[in-house]
């Protein structure tokens, strides 16, 4: 039942850093898919699991306002045929419902590779996986160890509910169990992990060129 409900527990774990090179350029491939391509993507969700799926749907759900504000901005502000003719300005169009569902299932699938990312990696992997990736800005100026400590707390809260509502959420509070420490971990990469990445830079390059 555990394999039912999981199946990505059968693949071998990526490197953090390529885990996270890999999700950047899905998130990137997602932004050229519309049409059947679009809905195929849709139907390999179900695929990740339930526990996924069900992080997916929380997701989404938190989001809701965000997306079907941009839904409606779109059916109403792109030029177009009206959905009923002699409506004018005060309908959508055709040609707005179109491109704002198909930025709507754009959205939704990269809160999907959200859920993924976040169900499959552990917080500590994911910012030893951020560390990594960050580690050349360093040479700009940017304090890598700050900017990871800082995201590492931001995930933190943001898995938590505040006490007393999202007001709280600008109010410290001293009792929070913040992690006092943040432990990195990088293991060595392997030849699995190179060649993850790779597939993936195909596969996106397939979906820009498509």
Not at 138 to 143: E, F, I, K, N, R
């Amino acid at each position: 039942m555990a394999s039912f409900d999981n199946p990505l527990a059968r693949i071998p774990p990526l490197h953090p850093a390529h885990r996270l090179g890999c999700w950047l350029l899905a998130v990137v491939a997602v932004q050229s898919l519309s049409g059947p391509a679009l809905a195929l993507a849709f139907l390999l969700v179900p695929l990740a699991g339930r526990a996924v799926v069900a992080r997916w749907a929380r997701l989404a759900w938190r989001a809701r306002w965000l997306l079907l504000s941009l839904l409606a901005v779109l059916a109403w502000g792109v030029a177009g045929e009206p959905v009923r003719a002699g409506g004018g300005a005060l309908l959508p169009t055709w040609e707005g419902i179109g491109e704002g569902l198909t930025q709507l299932g754009r959205l939704l699938l990269v809160l999907a590779a959200v859920a993924l990312l976040l169900e499959t990696t552990p917080t500590a992997q994911l910012m030893a996986g951020c560390h990594a990736l960050l580690r050349p800005f360093a040479a700009l100026g940017l304090d890598v160890d700050r900017a990871v400590v800082r995201l590492s707390l931001a995930l933190h809260y943001a898995g938590e509910r505040p006490r007393g509502g999202w007001r709280h959420l600008l109010e410290p509070d001293p009792a929070a169990d913040a992690p006092a420490t943040v432990t990195l971990l990088l293991p060595p990469a392997r030849a699995v992990d190179w060649a993850a990445v790779a597939a993936m830079l195909a596969v996106t390059a397939l979906a820009l060129a498509a």
